[in-house]
């Protein structure tokens, strides 16, 4: 069923009777619909509210041991970029909206406005471990140390796989762990047990043991996306529901720039809101249910199956379960040697209608707050009191947010589990100050 009671250019039409600006003079026809968007990403950003499956077969064998969950077909599939969001900045700066190009006032320029999405647009997929792939680093008999590339934000997880030999899943260490934990610690050549990226130098990961036998390192890593270069357009790398958050950090970065572009009531406003996303994007559930050929099975991180489940990768006795490293990146254990025919019951994207016609889906009870915000968000160009007196209508948006969230997390026994407010990974290995409490 889906719901059918209001279309896309009814909301469109109430919100621009909201602004009192029926004949979309100031607030035109193609920017109206942005802010419809942008409401409805923060709201799902704040109720995880439009769950979605995504079947998938896999055929071995497999190009690589982890399948990306946000691909085509997927209802995370991600479809922001840069563009995406000058475009919106353009707007809410009173800016010529040209996506990649400048054509507006000299408060600003397109360099200006690449360095500060690409600055928040990083430090986002690192706090959210999104965009994470696995490279295979290279490393040499009786060598301990190899470099990153350069890309590399986090490093999540590394196993060792000699040339001849058994693959060791390695845990997170220091050089001190290392002193007091792995015998003969610089004084001999052993299989490794542990890895350190923080007593060493930059872009450098460390083992405990120099390696006996060349092999590779498989390297988990948040890696960075492109730098940008408009007006080509560069994906974010982060779900679509969260690209709000490097805008706000990019529109605090502008509005903290001195003479003519300083506005710092509305920076000090930004960066609220960034920090509020990050910390959203940071404990944001995605995966609620996995099954394989039929069959549900536990969802765990990928640290609690090196742990619990070892040689899962390559052991066909392994115990059955999905393994997730971070957002929107999983594997099947054991890896599959058949085809494979999963399902993962996800927080999906909003959905964004596409014609005017289409309904929008959205609960009668929530489009009145999805207004507010909106009608909140097209006011940031007016600036001042105009701008400042829709706060209320702000907070009402984020209380009525916070009761759908704890519904959500009442109406179910194990509620609290699905949408838990610490991802799998970060509860097993914390990457943040109080991320496993």
Request: with cysteine.
């Amino acid at each position: 069923m889906a719901y059918s009671w209001l279309t896309w250019s009814q909301a469109q039409s109430e919100l621009s009777s909201r602004l009192s600006d029926t004949s979309q003079a100031f607030t035109v026809g193609a920017e109206v619909p942005l802010y419809l968007t942008m409401a409805m990403w923060i709201w799902n950003a704040l109720t995880g509210f439009w769950v979605a499956e995504y079947p998938v077969s896999l055929t071995p064998p497999l190009t690589g041991n982890w399948q990306p969950a946000n691909g085509s077909g997927s209802p995370r599939v991600q479809t922001q970029t840069d563009v995406s969001l000058y475009t919106l900045i353009e707007y809410m700066l009173l800016e010529p909206a040209t996506g990649g190009t400048w054509t507006g006032t000299p408060q600003f320029n397109m360099q200006m406005l690449a360095q500060a999405v690409q600055g928040r647009r990083d430090e986002a997929l690192q706090i959210g471990a999104s965009n994470m792939v696995e490279t295979s680093l290279p490393i040499a008999a009786n060598a301990s140390r190899v470099s990153l590339p350069d890309n590399a934000l986090d490093v999540r997880r590394l196993r060792y796989v000699p040339v001849a030999g058994t693959a060791v899943t390695l845990e997170r260490g220091d050089a001190e762990s290392f002193r007091t934990f792995s015998p003969a610690y610089l004084q001999s050549v052993l299989p490794p047990l542990r890895y350190d990226v923080v007593s060493g130098p930059p872009l450098t990961i460390t083992l405990d043991s120099s390696v006996p036998v060349a092999g590779t390192l498989q390297t988990l890593i948040v890696q960075a996306k492109a730098v940008p270069s408009p007006p080509s357009a560069t994906a974010l790398g982060i779900p679509d529901d969260y690209a709000w958050v490097p805008l706000f950090g990019a529109l605090a970065d502008l509005l903290s720039s001195q003479e003519e572009s300083l506005d710092l009531v509305r920076a000090k406003y930004c960066s609220e809101r960034y920090s509020q996303g990050l910390e959203l994007l940071r404990k944001a559930p995605w995966l609620l249910e996995a099954r394989v050929n039929g069959v549900a099975v536990p969802i765990c991180a990928a640290i609690a199956a090196d742990r619990f489940n070892v040689n899962w990768q390559t052991n066909p006795a392994a115990f059955p379960q999905l393994v997730t490293p971070g957002t929107d990146l999983y594997a099947v254990s054991p890896i599959p040697i058949a085809n494979t025919d999963v399902v993962l019951a996800m927080i999906g994207n909003a959905p964004i209608p596409t014609s005017g016609t289409a309904q929008i889906q959205v609960p009668r009870d929530v489009m009145d707050a999805i207004l507010d915000e909106a009608e909140h968000l097209a006011c940031f160009k007016r600036g001042g009191d105009a701008f400042l007196g829709t706060m209320a209508l702000h907070q009402s948006f984020l209380d009525t947010g916070k009761r759908w969230d704890n519904r959500n997390r009442m109406e179910g026994i194990f509620a609290t589990t699905l949408r838990s407010d610490t991802p799998r990974e970060d509860k097993q290995q914390p990457r943040f100050t109080g991320g496993g409490q």
